[in-house]
């Protein structure tokens, strides 16, 4: 017998509804995690395309800066550009396209673009059927714009990207601080010399479409235990010719002198000033150009030299002939390190000079006596590494050029010998790159569109040579560490500190350059793991955009002209556009 359906009864029975309701509510939630599923892995992959398309931008710019061919740099960037992909994974067909060059309102740049059409894996039906707007901001037109990501004639999504690296309209000035001291000989300074040309060359060229005059200019600072300034500046008028700057004088005892007085503060013989060109004058010998550090503050910034403060001028080094050993206890004991005149100069015998006045203090007083110098056929025949030019190793600084042919050939003329004072480099580096005295070839601070910069290079220590003797060191840009100019500034005063003062010396230089919106670029080059140098430079170096110090640690010769490239390619402003 039937059962008589009641309408009532069905409307109301709720038994095995569950199985319909589930069936109809899984269809959003399984597309749901399907779209989702499907949406991460197109992200994943316009992702790694974007990462893969600056890539080759960058090498697209490079090439275009070295005025390569549109077929070579579209070849070299694509090969860059599909390296990338094959590394990632990315099993998409991309079609790659290099645009060329453009002109925008701020700046000259390179585009590149990819093109590809994700096929989503999960739930391509809903994806055709989804009005699919904004994924991300891609796909792009025939103008090279990128366009909205939507769903291609195969149910997939087309991405479109593009890329864009500016051509540096702006104008450069780079000063290369450069280590020359005796650790640097052979092979290291060679590999100095190729890694620091090659950034000549690059930037050279990188900065060429510029239409500024000078858009790209490189002043050289090659530095050891003093910096030479160039002897061709003998009368320049920051220098110290009157002989005012309150270390002038030191160790030179000019009333000892038979003639001398002193007028209006300037001492002076027979009319003529008596200042360490005289010097020089006297014993015949050529200024090599280096000079002293000028009296803390002034040594670790650039202040422009000025009538109102003597000791803002430039005072020539001029090592003094020392005595050549002194006495103590009755026994001769120590020699001094630059002695240039014959001790018997006022024509006593050897023997007369071993009497008890010719020792110790009385010895040492004598390395002060001016007639000395004025018996010029004294000076003995020594090495160039002994005399009034000692310490002096270095070749001249020269001053920004934009000629590229001189700054690499003075890069060749660069020589290895002395000691390490990365401090007096730097601040000349600072000085180069100043607008103003002594060398006025730098634009203003803070002129639009203009980058200052400054790489630090250096294989070691801050280096000032102790001595045995009544000096306590050998001569050099701080004069002889007894005067304690060396420590002026500086929490030290032990002659175990020298190259912690001098450190000291150097991150002030840095600041100074940093305070003036110079990038400072620092290199540690083939220097021990244990070696302060290696965080002194790091230190000393300014922060990139991502708060990194722009600091190299070159542990080879290849790893050095990286770091020199890497350089370059900050320096020449270049930027990747969104």
Avoid at 53 to 66: M, N, R, S, T, W
Avoid at 207 to 236: C, H, L, T
Avoid at 495 to 516: G, I, N, P, T
Wanted: net charge negative.
């Amino acid at each position: 017998m039937m059962r008589r359906l009641d309408p009532m009864r069905l409307r109301e029975d709720r038994r095995g509804n569950f199985a319909v309701l589930g069936a109809i509510v899984m269809v959003p939630v399984v597309g749901a995690v399907g779209l989702a599923a499907d949406y991460s892995e197109i992200l994943r992959t316009r992702s790694h395309i974007a990462e893969a398309l600056d890539a080759a931008a960058f090498v697209a710019a490079d090439g275009y800066a070295k005025k390569r061919s549109g077929a070579a740099i579209t070849q070299d960037s694509a090969a860059v550009f599909r390296a990338n992909l094959d590394e990632n994974g990315v099993s998409e067909t991309v079609v790659y396209t290099y645009d060329g060059f453009f002109t925008g309102e701020d700046a000259n740049f390179i585009r590149v673009r990819a093109q590809t059409q994700v096929q989503p894996r999960f739930m391509p039906v809903l994806w055709a059927m989804l009005d699919k707007n904004g994924l991300s901001q891609g796909g792009s037109g025939e103008d090279g714009e990128e366009g909205n990501d939507r769903s291609g004639s195969g149910g997939g999504i087309d991405l479109g990207l593009k890329s864009e690296v500016a051509v540096a309209t702006s104008t450069v000035e780079l000063a290369l601080v450069l280590d020359n001291s005796g650790s640097m000989d052979g092979n290291k300074l060679k590999a100095l010399k190729s890694a620091a040309s090659k950034l000549v060359e690059d930037l050279h060229g990188a900065v060429a479409p510029n239409s500024e005059p000078n858009a790209v200019q490189f002043a050289i600072v090659p530095f050891a235990g003093a910096v030479n300034v160039g002897p061709g500046n003998k009368s320049a008028s920051w220098m110290d010719t009157a002989g005012k700057s309150s270390i002038h004088h030191e160790n030179f005892d000019w009333t000892t002198l038979s003639g001398a007085s002193k007028q209006n503060g300037v001492w002076k013989k027979n009319g003529k000033v008596l200042n360490r060109f005289w010097l020089f004058d006297e014993v015949s010998v050529d200024w090599g150009g280096c000079v002293e550090a000028r009296p803390y503050p002034l040594n670790v910034d650039d202040t422009a030299p000025s009538a109102g403060n003597p000791d803002s001028y430039f005072v020539p080094m001029f090592a003094p002939d020392t005595p050549t050993r002194y006495k103590r206890d009755g026994k001769w004991e120590s020699w001094y390190t630059n002695s240039y005149i014959e001790d018997d100069f006022l024509g006593r015998s050897s023997a007369s000079n071993q009497d008890s006045s010719y020792h110790g203090a009385a010895q040492h007083a004598r390395q002060s006596w001016m007639r000395k110098y004025e018996q010029t056929g004294r000076v003995s025949n020594q090495p160039i590494s002994v005399g009034p030019n000692y310490a002096c190793t270095s070749i001249p600084i020269m001053p920004l050029t934009a000629s590229r042919r001189d700054a690499l050939e003075h890069l060749d003329d660069m020589r290895a010998e002395g000691a390490t004072s990365i401090a007096e480099g730097a601040a000349w580096g600072l000085r180069t790159l100043s607008p103003g005295e002594p060398f006025t070839g730098g634009r203003a601070y803070g002129s639009e569109r203009n980058i200052k910069a400054m790489v630090v290079m250096s294989d070691g220590e801050n280096t000032y040579y102790t001595d045995n003797n009544r000096n306590e060191s050998t001569y050099g840009p701080y004069g002889f560490s007894a005067n304690g100019r060396i420590f002026d500034g500086t929490d030290y005063h032990r002659s175990s500190d020298f190259s912690r003062a001098m450190d000291s010396h150097l991150l002030k230089v840095c600041e100074a350059a940093k305070a003036k919106s110079i990038m400072v670029f620092t290199i540690a080059f083939d220097v021990d793991n244990r070696s302060p140098v290696k965080a002194l430079l790091e230190r000393c170096a300014s922060l990139d955009r991502d708060g990194k110090p722009n600091y190299y640690n070159a542990t080879s010769n290849k790893e050095l002209e990286t770091a020199f490239g890497m350089i370059g390619s900050k320096v020449s402003g270049v930027r990747l556009y969104r």
